[in-house]
């Protein structure tokens, strides 16, 4: 049986390559088509343009990659199947989940391999990808790593807002800054005015300002003018000018590093949705690896094998990639309501793979029949 396992493993991972290598040179055309008027109009070097796509492919690969585990088990037991192999097998006496169960550990291990290279390869690359473009080839600012910022103004942690005329992140210092505390109810309920902060030891240190509290008339109940006022934020000066990231590079950031955007934003008071639907995204969509694998692999068994039943085959083989584009956009209008509040994050994002996967294994129970 260790034989026979090998045997359909290496079936399904040579298929899988090269279904993998086929949609990433179809991505790679259809992007330097794409980008084809940006190139003529910056005239980047042949070398960066290499480079600009080979940061972009691995991010690329484990979007399309449950749609290659899909094909590549139709692939892989459809060529079983025409070559009566299944037949046989079948005959031998080996059970539908002795034959299936090489490539749903497979699929397994995939789920885990995308998740760890979602954490190690993803974050390293999206960014430099996104700078060589924007930076190397547009000759753009990049957001990103901006320094300085004038007139700002944001919600930070402990139900506080903070304003200031300038930020300057290298040096680690804000001018003419205001900072208000608000109540549960949003009500201001205390004021700190100073010419000047500086950050030192995770900590901001206010200077020659001044701090007043109100009681619930919104009268001031205490005063307090000071050389230094220390307040333990937890946003440092690269915090407040970050920019909030678009879904692609939001994906690209480590699920702690989100956990940590997570408990900041609810900190401030701010809505953490969009966040916490991609923490949630990054967990489960590397499952559909596997959800696809498991309806992929009981088709064979569920529609006639052999050479005369290549009708059935074919249609069999039309209903599973139309099942798995399905799959794929019930996960993108999932992460939308989920984005837009109609659904709990959580929720948003794991519906398609309990659904599917009920129907996956609602397709083996009817092969094994």
Sequence with gaps: ???????????????????????????????????????VNHKPSISLVILFYLYQIPYFMVQVLPLAVLLSTL??????????????????????????????????????????????????????????????????????????????????????????QHLNAQTGKMFDVMLLKLDKKRDIIERLDAPQASWKDGHWIFQNGTLRAFDDSGAVNRYLKFDEYKIPFRESPIDFIRQKKDDDLMLATPIKELQTQINLLRE????????????????????????????????PFIFPTGRRAIVGTAIGFVITIVTGFFYIGFIAVGTSFGKNGTLPPFLSVWIANFIFLGLGVFLITKAKS
């Design 1 to 39: 049986m260790k034989i026979i396992s090998r045997y359909i493993t290496k079936e399904f991972l040579k298929a899988l390559l090269f279904t993998i290598m086929v949609f990433v040179g179809l991505y790679v055309i259809a992007e330097l088509v794409d980008d084809m008027r940006s190139f």
């Design 75 to 164: 692939f892989s037991l459809g060529q079983l199947g025409r070559n009566n192999e299944l037949v046989a097998l079948r005959a031998c006496g080996v059970s539908f989940l002795k034959i299936a169960m090489p490539i749903l550990i497979t699929a397994l291990s995939i789920v885990g391999m995308v998740m760890i290279f979602n954490e190690i390869v993803i974050p390293y690359t999206n960014p430099r990808a996104y700078h060589i473009k924007r930076v190397n080839i547009e000759h753009k600012s990049d957001e990103t790593f901006r320094y300085r910022r004038d007139w700002l103004t944001r919600s930070v942690s402990g139900r506080r807002i903070l304003h200031t």
């Design 268 to 299: 401030m008071g701010t809505d953490p949705r969009a966040e916490e639907v991609n923490y949630h995204l990054k967990i489960a969509f590397p499952f559909s690896n596997f959800i696809l694998a498991l309806l992929g692999v009981a088709l």
